[in-house]
């Protein structure tokens, strides 16, 4: 799903290319109430999501996308399909993105994003947390965004396709949809526009511990920890020794700023990870209240740009 990387390289590459983010003019009014969002609705998301993803066989990927925007319709929110093909240690693959668009009246843009695909391979996985808490969270996400004032920049959903790698990362293996949309993004000249790409992985762990990988924008990491601050839950965020390998990578590599919320100690006891890729990441690990808190802290970001 997602590498650690040991290496200072990664981080250096990554960040030494980043501009510092502007601040942002306070607002009268917030854009998004916190208190739109309810962890019950996160999480009966993520258990839709894996029970399609519970059902035999692995769903391809364009079941998964198809689902996920009839979903997003019944929710009263229109999506877009972004669908290509891509090389792969098994050949020429077909993926598609799911994009939501809330526009705003600034001209800018803010990217939330969660991967869709799930690790293949592993008896009885159905990825509650490792891709569902994130899905799950972006489409409880989607009413409330529809439902703001719309004074700030757009924002835009992003779930993406193709996430995990076959064999071992590298650059035709895991991260597709990520560096298709980073790289159309780029082409068109929009990267520009794009203020913050916040990818949202992992989120839904009963024991929260996000730690912000070290490859990420400085300027963003700080959003989070101030946004966490106001929230009241500062001390479920911390920053990690190490980079992480992940989607937000190719954002980085784009210029975009970014920043990856991800909780990697998902395990049986703290500084353990081994529910990760295995049968055991299931419903009953996830909780209600760790998907409102990280979708609250999102939301207060949403409302400090």
């Known amino acids: 799903m997602k590498r650690l990387v040991l290496s200072g390289l990664l981080l250096c590459a990554a960040c030494g290319r980043q501009e510092p983010v502007p601040a942002a003019a306070p607002r009268d009014v917030a854009t998004y109430p916190l208190s739109a969002l309810k962890g019950d609705d996160a999480l009966r998301e993520v ?23 009839d979903r997003l319709a019944e929710l009263g929110v229109p999506a877009e399909f972004d669908a290509f093909r891509d090389s792969s240690p098994s050949g020429i693959r077909a993926f598609t993105n799911v994009v939501v668009k809330f526009p705003g009246k ?21 990825g509650a947390n490792d891709s569902g808490s994130g899905v799950g969270l972006l489409l409880a996400l989607a009413p409330v965004l529809k439902g703001g004032t719309g004074a700030g920049p757009s924002v835009w959903l992003a779930f993406l396709d193709g996430e995990e790698c076959q064999i ?13 949309m980073a790289a159309g993004l780029v082409a068109k000249g929009q990267a520009g526009q794009v203020k913050a790409f916040i990818l949202l992985d992992m989120v839904g762990d009963r024991d929260l511990t996000v730690t912000i990988p070290r490859n990420g924008t400085p300027a963003l990491m700080s959003r989070v920890f101030q946004a966490a ?77």
């Not at 994003?113 to 799930?118: G, T």
């Not at 650059?171 to 949809?177: A, F, K, S």
């Open 47 to 69: 258990s839709r999501f894996v029970d399609l993803a519970g059902k035999p066989g692995l769903p391809p990927g364009g079941q998964r996308a198809a689902w996920i925007k």
């Open 106 to 126: 600034d001209p800018s843009v803010v990217i939330l994003a969660a991967h869709h695909d799930l690790k293949a391979g592993i008896p009885s996985f159905v």
């Open 168 to 180: 071992n990362y590298g650059p035709n293996d895991g991260l597709h949809g990520s560096r298709h």
């Open 229 to 305: 601050e106001k929230c009241g839950v500062r001390d479920r965020f911390s920053l990690n020794d190490h980079a992480v390998l992940d989607d937000h990578q190719p954002f980085l590599d784009a210029g975009i700023p970014a920043v990856d919320l991800i909780d990697f100690d998902y395990g049986s006891s703290p500084g353990l990870n081994d529910y990760w890729h295995t049968s055991a990441d299931t419903m009953d690990k996830l909780s209600a209240d760790s998907l409102e808190t990280v979708g609250r802290v999102v939301l207060q970001m949403l409302n400090q740009i």
